[in-house]
């Protein structure tokens, strides 16, 4: 798959509007990272109503991984905080079908799968704060290595709520120290993007036996007076979905996500 | 020197004014720490007006280490922005007299020394965020040893402004990771109290070669699992001031603080 839009014309040409048509077109098949980078993007979670109320309660209770944008109602498929004209059936360039706890397939659409009794959640995106702190003059090294964010199961337990427990995961970016000082007031000004980091310094004191083999995402290299800051991760609710076991969730493909039109800036919370 | 007044009774009987008088009635000559507690301390530099200039730009070019509560007129020894019936000649329970660059007395007033163009600076102190650690949760290690804090020297250098120059000081709090992020949130929240640290983690980073050996205060632990977290501190100026070798510089006694009718709360930058 290649971009569909030159990289030299992406925010520039596209409104959140204008890139969710082109998803839904067929046109945008590409990881969204970089796209429309003053608006929010979202991780989304999808199931059904009989599992819906207890992931609402796990997402309260894990705020740092499970910050909330947006819940619908059963069955909506519009979620009008989130942008208008949205479609969450069909506005998302990749999307994951969990059967059972395990991933079961990919899709492009879920006009198919979706019931009536669906649940659409959207949960924040660390995208949005990495735009801040780039903006901030904080250089993030997966950015300038060209790979994935480091991401990284911990010991740190989830809150459980029915079936949805496990532990956190969490994403890692190496940085200087004035840097990550800078880096935790920036990102405390935004819980509903997953906040401030969780831990920073020593791996092993959140359960990383080996900060070089991320067990999501890619390595990427920590240089001399750097340390690792680590920051509660999305990636968290969808190991909690494989733990539940549940028939059937949908779910985001990680990096493909739901562009909203969400200022980042009006996610500020002071 | 023995505490005039019982610990037990500190906060609960003396309102700032209260105790000003104390000590200006001679009643009150031991360290200021955990006095008013609701209430700002401020270091205090008080020097000809010859040099007041250059000193106030070095206090401008030096936010972190030289918060200015309140420069006075030449002459000025009340200061009304910082409460009401203060006497900075009088209201500290021990002074420092620096001649010629270096260390010449110690003073209980500076009635005597006092002159017409004397011109006096508030810095703000670090008593006033170590309250809202404290109230947070967050021990500190040299509160439980009853230590003074550790200080260090530190390869950072100052921003000169005349004969005002050399490297910042830092004071040191051991602490767990989720610690330091939390006291970055709460320390960046006042400015006008050395604001956010300035460090984190490897003392060598910023010129430290044995943190067990503080330059200024005592050693404290620092226990597994714990990154050492560095302020800006109040001793910056005092350094400089020896450097700049003025023939008279008049400060408080470190720890003997000016005690104002200024909240801390009210210090909240948000």
Not at 63 to 87: H, I, R, S, T, Y
Not at 252 to 262: C, E, Q, R
């Amino acid at each position: 798959m290649t971009h569909c839009f030159p990289r030299d014309q992406r925010d520039h040409t596209m409104t959140p509007l204008e890139l969710r048509r082109a998803v839904r077109s067929g046109q945008f098949r590409v990881p969204t990272a970089g796209y429309c980078g003053a608006f929010a993007q979202a991780n989304l979670v999808i199931l059904p109503k009989a599992h819906a109320d207890d992931f609402l309660r796990f997402c309260q209770r894990n705020p740092k991984a499970c910050p909330l944008l947006a819940v619908g109602e059963p069955g909506q498929w519009n979620l009008p905080a989130l942008g208008c004209d949205l479609d969450v059936r069909r506005d998302v360039p990749a999307y994951y079908v969990y059967r059972d706890g395990a991933l079961a397939a990919e899709a492009e659409t879920l006009a198919e799968l979706w019931r009536d009794d669906m649940v659409a959640f959207a949960i924040g995106c660390s995208f949005s704060f990495e735009q801040m702190l780039m903006q901030a003059g904080i250089a993030l090294r997966h950015v300038e290595q060209g790979r994935n964010v480091a991401m990284y199961r911990t010991n740190i337990a989830n809150q459980a709520a029915g079936p949805f427990a496990g532990n956190m995961v969490v994403s890692m970016r190496p940085m200087k120290a004035r840097d990550a000082i800078r880096a935790v007031q920036i990102t405390s000004r935004f819980p509903a993007i997953h906040g401030a980091p969780v831990h920073l310094g020593d791996p092993a004191e959140i359960g990383i036996v080996d900060v070089g083999r991320p067990d999501f995402g890619d390595a990427v290299d920590i240089l001399p007076g750097e340390l690792p800051v680590f920051w509660a991760c999305g990636v968290t609710p969808q190991e909690a979905i494989r733990g539940a076991g549940l028939a059937l969730v949908l779910t985001h493909k990680p990096g493909y996500m739901l562009v909203t039109d969400i200022t980042n800036a009006s996610l500020a919370a002071f």
